[in-house]
């Protein structure tokens, strides 16, 4: 494998500084790399991340929906 030139660096630290679960996931990969652990690993690694992701929004998106819920409720309540 060829070493990255210092514009592939730079821009690799910018994407890890920028997105908190892509630096995240470049974290895993750099791990992994170090490790030399099997490519199958990293890749369960990455849907576990992804799956707690989506359990996340999941949640996010029930709570945002019941908070609206009851918040048109009592604007209903109050306005008669």
Known sequence: ????T???INKYESLKKGNNW???M????ELHIQ????LD???D???EVINDLERKTDRAHEEYERKTVEHESEVSRING
Request: glycine share 8%; charged share 15%; aromatic share 0%.
């Open 26 to 29: 470049m974290n895993l990969a």
């Open 45 to 47: 690694a990455i849907e």
């Open 6 to 8: 210092n514009a592939q």
């Open 35 to 38: 490790s030399e652990g099997p």
């Open 22 to 24: 892509a630096g995240i």
């Open 41 to 43: 690993e990293l890749v």
């Open 1 to 4: 494998m060829r070493p990255m």
